[in-house]
């Protein structure tokens, strides 16, 4: 989230969409209900009526999958009717950038696509630059090249009547989405986004998010309290471990996985590290050597050096479009290529779309290591549904884990919130910590390679001092080492820092070797003053609900991001009501600032706001991201319609389309004549594989099942409650139907579309007669850019069973 | 003891009703014996408190622990009424928080093992399961190693070897994980939140 949760209650409008937060973040609409308590209005925009949807002022519903035609239409109308924000467009997003010559957008398709490779040479969405590499711009937003006119230009075809063809949504319900949401582009008004997997389980999931981005930033709804993008993350500590890289692409931090290409530490930073000829922009991403050699120095310590490129070296390399994510991973141990696996603390025998081909995976491996605090479908997959165990031959290995309250160390919420929690008892039996598990398989892995073997030096060097004077495994050691401190005695400024201390906060992080860091943007975490995360203070003196004395949040306990576009150039808040920041006597008070330069009136040390661009502006024009600069309708890989409406581009046409014989796909096939779709519910948790094993929960929620309309319950002879079989072109399971309002069939033009909905917390391990998971069903394509598979939106089948 | 929430409802509901509970027939042994162990846990000097953040989804609701230092036991979880974001209040699954301590008997509490082929766990020691996955961690890379890509580049990387999870790890074990992984040289390094 750019914001956080109790920030909710500072909202005017509340638009939940690829959400169903009263159901899945409940503590969320405490929130909610205080916005809505001062007036604020809340709207719910889903293909089924949900428990938000019952809390909403304003519900629309629409075919899963078309959100970026929905969205594209609330773009047309903001700007048609002149309902956005124009100082903060003009002066904080890159409206005015003038877009080079080459850009051009045609029938579905961007400049530069090529179909061979299904690729974009984004060269030609660069920006026009003076000979100085600074962007040409037109703050009259006249220029036809100008992003605004173009983002307009994009927009005019995403007409109500076109979008609601697409999306099924009547178009009185648009208009009234469309309305409310747009009241928000004032400077006294702001409103909030909160979403989740139903915009990003896509293979548009990115540019669902992006379309929204351009929202907010049209409505000035950056930066200020109330405002912002949050997504609303699915697991406790989910926040935490993508700040700290369990990701192929990233390293702690969001930096760069390295390239093969990059051979040397030296083109690794040269090509990761952004420039900015502009002196009015902050870059902050130009710190990247300092957090890059920092976190080296945390890995290696000592043995990292100067000399050795500070182990460098002894960081793998990707090949240069080598793509590593899930479903990959899984394909490649489908094709017998990956031989030992670790499912730490996770269950893909249900999570993952297209279950059944993990499933058969992990059948080929010759280990797999199963760590866990309860029995599930993975570590248990080979005397599964389908499975023979004696032609089995993977080994496994079953590891009791502690539960959350069995140990000690922080989680990061979605607010960012990094939150100490305590050890209440040890775990029962011989269940261990996660963390002493891997303290003492990597000693004993380390105790191995003494002896020798492949390529030993990143093994024997890695810093391991992370266990007690009894040797039990330490959070606090890590913690500190993920906060960082010196590694020699340094003077910065005025200031001694002796080497051990540990390093206040991130701007005194060096690129030099003396510094180590584990997670540059955690840096504050656990300083001089102590764990900042275990704070419990409940001071609040903005009254706008920050806290900044409970926990700690990153970057340096600021809690809310852009927070310096929620001034105008002079630095006094667009809404006195709700100052987030304001510039009095010469320094910002409110929040940390988010950069602690002064307002952009002062001409010689002002900056522009959005620090973390190279540019400094907020992107209505998105010049990076694999499938276009702005978003663009395309149906999901499977799809009930037989065209695209808004262009010759059928679906997203720099998808990964898998071609093996488990991923099958059909898309307008007789056989699969349903959109399917899949959620959660609130008395489980993702796979159920915590949920499924506590009774309190299983007597609330205990089994399988698929929500149908009344119409499609007439089409196929489905009384409420019968048992049915819902099957895709990957899978089929048997469930109990529920025959409910809360899904209607969609209208779009001549067509009726139903679609049927499923939750996906169940598998065949617990309880017996459960049912089995949704995602046996779910299709293995993913986002060009973050490969999240398409589980939102597939086509199924329903009949009696 | 056991009692279930059910026998719990059952029973406060013939309360509520102003009934006189015996003449219903039900005995009122067990929960004479309940309402005693609780009256004793009240009485405990060994009980102590300690705060949590719920496990689940990502709001971070906070919790309290009350725990018998004595018996070593959990004997209560419920929402802080502290903390800023839930004011004590928790929906179904944090609310429940208390099935994922020792009192539910389902949690795995063995080290397990399956053997190539076989259709049975065998129950092994912590030492000969880590030392057993480090030598096979050890023959699977060195096996598998690669140093140089097609093109003579140095890459450093394992293919061989995957590693999913996890979002339910603290930071302090996630960051711990990826160091030790990149080590070992695995680029298939991913968890919940690539999907």
């Known amino acids: ?801 | 003891m056991t009692m279930t929430r059910r026998d719990f409802l059952k029973i406060s509901g013939a309360v509520g009703a102003g009934l006189a509970v015996s003449s219903l027939g039900i005995d009122m042994g067990p929960v004479k014996a309940y309402a005693d162990e609780l009256k004793k846990i009240d009485k405990m000097k060994t009980a102590k408190q300690s705060t949590t953040i719920c496990p689940y989804c990502a709001v971070g609701c906070g919790l309290i622990c009350s725990t018998d230092t004595k018996a070593k036991r959990i004997i209560n979880i419920e929402g802080d009424p502290d903390h800023p974001i839930n004011e004590g209040a928790l929906c179904a699954k944090g609310a429940a928080l208390f099935q994922t301590t020792a009192d539910n008997t389902n949690r795995s509490t063995k080290v397990l093992y399956r053997a190539p082929n076989s259709d049975k766990w065998q129950e092994k020691s912590w030492d000969w399961a880590l030392t057993e996955i480090a030598k096979r961690v050890k023959a699977t890379r060195d096996a598998n190693f690669i140093e140089k890509n097609a093109k003579g580049q140095v890459v450093n990387r394992l293919e061989a070897i995957a590693h999913v999870g996890s979002a339910a790890l603290d930071n302090e074990e996630c960051w711990p994980l990826v160091a030790m992984m990149r080590a070992l040289g695995l680029v298939y390094i991913e968890h919940q939140a690539r999907i």
């Open chain 1, 1 to 801: 989230m750019t914001n956080h949760w109790i920030d909710i209650k500072n909202s005017d409008v509340i638009l939940v969409m690829g959400s169903n937060a009263a159901s899945n973040h409940p503590i969320s609409m405490k929130w909610v209900q205080k916005a809505k308590d001062h007036g604020a209005k809340l709207i719910s925009v889903d293909p089924r009526f949900t428990q938000t949807s019952a809390k909403a002022d304003i519900y629309a519903p629409l075919r899963s999958g078309t959100d970026i035609a929905f969205l594209g239409g609330m773009i047309k109308y903001i700007l048609d009717n002149n309902k956005y924000f124009a100082d903060y467009v003009v002066n904080y997003t890159n409206a005015a950038f003038i877009v080079g010559d080459k850009f051009d957008f045609s029938d579905g398709l961007f400049a530069g696509y090529n179909a061979e490779k299904r690729a974009y040479d984004k060269a030609l969405w660069a920006y026009k630059k003076d000979d100085k590499g600074i962007v040409a711009k037109d703050p009259s937003l006249k220029d036809p090249k100008s992003v605004f006119q173009l983002l307009k230009k994009h927009y005019d075809r995403y007409t109500p009547e076109k979008v609601s063809e697409i999306t099924g949504t009547p178009v009185p319900d648009l208009m009234k989405v469309y309305e409310a949401y747009a009241t928000t582009g004032v400077k006294d008004k702001a409103g909030t986004i909160l979403y989740a997997m139903g915009w990003t389980q896509h293979t548009i999931g990115v540019q669902n998010i992006r379309a929204m981005s351009i929202i907010q930033l049209l409505c000035g709804n950056m930066g200020i309290a109330g405002g912002g993008v949050n997504a609303l993350r699915g697991e406790s500590n989910v926040q935490g471990s993508t700040d700290q890289a369990l990701l192929f692409h990233i390293l702690p931090g969001y930096l760069k996985a390295p390239v093969a290409t990059q051979q040397t530490l030296e083109e690794y930073i040269a090509q990761s590290t952004p420039k900015s000829a502009d002196p009015r922009s902050v870059n902050w991403w130009s710190n990247y050597p300092k957090y890059t050699v920092s976190l080296l120095k945390s890995f290696w310590g000592d043995k990292a050096t100067k000399e050795n490129g500070f182990g460098y070296a002894w960081l793998p390399k990707l090949d240069p479009g080598q793509n590593c994510s899930w479903l990959n991973l899984f394909d490649a141990m489908y094709d017998g290529k990956v031989k030992g696996f670790f499912s730490w603390g996770q269950n893909p025998a249900c999570s993952g779309a297209n279950a059944n081909k993990t499933r058969k995976a992990m059948a080929k491996l010759d280990w797999l290591v199963n760590v866990n605090i309860f029995d599930n479908e993975t570590g248990s997959f080979w005397k599964g549904p389908g499975m023979d165990p004696k032609k089995i031959k993977t080994e496994v290995f079953m590891l009791p884990a502690a539960a959350s309250i069995e140990k000690e160390g922080s989680i990061s919420n979605s607010g960012r919130w990094a939150q100490w929690r305590y050890k209440a008892v040890d775990a029962p039996g011989k269940a261990e910590p996660d963390g002493d598990i891997m303290y003492e398989l990597m000693v004993k892995i380390k105790g191995l390679y003494k002896a020798g073997g492949k390529f030993p030096d990143p093994i024997m060097n890695l810093k391991w001092d992370y266990a007690d004077e009894k040797g039990h495994f330490d959070a606090h050691r890590v913690a500190k080492a993920i906060n960082g401190s010196f590694t020699q005695d340094v003077k910065i400024g005025d200031k001694q820092y002796k080497k051990g201390d540990q390093v206040p906060a991130f701007p005194l992080l060096q690129a030099d070797g003396s510094t180590s860091c584990g997670n540059w943007i955690y840096c504050q975490s656990y300083n001089a003053d102590g764990n900042n995360m275990a704070r419990r203070k409940k001071d609040d003196p903005t009254g706008l609900g920050l806290f900044p004395g409970w926990s700690w949040a990153w970057p340096v306990n600021r809690r809310i991001l852009y927070n310096r576009a929620s001034v105008d150039l002079t630095g006094q808040p667009w809404n006195p009501a709700r100052p987030v920041v304001k510039w009095a006597d010469g320094k910002w008070v409110g929040d940390i600032p988010d950069g602690p330069a002064p307002p952009m009136a002062d001409e010689k040390a002002g900056k522009y706001p959005f620090i973390m661009t190279a540019e400094g502006f907020g992107r209505l024009f998105g010049p990076g991201l694999n499938d276009g600069p702005f978003p663009e309708h395309y149906e999901p890989l499977e799809c009930p319609v037989p065209k695209n409406l808004l262009s010759g581009q059928f679906v997203n046409p720099t998808i990964k389309i898998f071609k093996g014989e488990m991923d099958k796909h059909f898309t307008c096939d007789p056989r699969f004549p349903f959109v399917g779709t899949t959620y959660r519910v609130t008395e489980h948790w993702q796979t159920g594989i915590m949920t499924r094993w506590q009774s309190w929960l299983i007597e609330a929620q205990p089994q399988m099942f698929v929500e149908i309309s009344h119409e499609l319950a007439k089409l196929r002879g489905i009384k409420d409650g019968d048992k049915v079989k819902v099957s895709s072109a990957r899978g089929e399971l048997d469930c109990v139907a529920m025959v409910t309002t809360r899904f209607r069939p969609f209208q779009l033009g001549k067509l009726t579309v139903h679609e049927v909905g499923m939750p996906w917390c169940f598998g065949w391990i617990t309880p017996k007669d459960g049912g089995e998971s949704s995602n046996l069903l779910t299709p293995n394509v993913g986002d060009p850019n973050t490969m999240i598979p398409e589980s939102k939106a597939f086509m199924v089948n329903v009949t009696k069973a």
